[in-house]
């Protein structure tokens, strides 16, 4: 699975931070509606599962940012 977490003090978020990734696709968070400008930051991790045969990454990815 593959979470969202804002960075940024009352960042948008979307309906749902978790996701799963079926069968090797993509993912996607759904909307987040920004309503006040800024530099909105966000990390981005995938939780290990215990799947034969998978490599995970168990990076955190920092510094996804929105500008707006």
């Known amino acids: 699975q593959v979470t969202i977490e ?3 003090k ?3 978020m979307p309906a749902q931070n978790v996701q ?3 069968n ?3 993912i996607s968070f759904g909307p987040m509606t920004y309503t006040v400008p800024g ?3 966000y990390k981005i991790s995938q939780t290990a ?3 034969d045969r998978f490599t ?3 990076s955190t990815y920092l510094g ?3 500008m707006i």
């Open 6 to 8: 804002a960075v940024t």
């Open 24 to 26: 090797g696709g993509t």
């Open 39 to 41: 530099d909105y930051q």
């Open 64 to 66: 996804v940012s929105v």
């Open 10 to 12: 009352d960042a948008p």
């Open 49 to 51: 599962g215990k799947t």
């Open 56 to 58: 995970y990454d168990t």
């Open 20 to 22: 799963k990734r079926k």
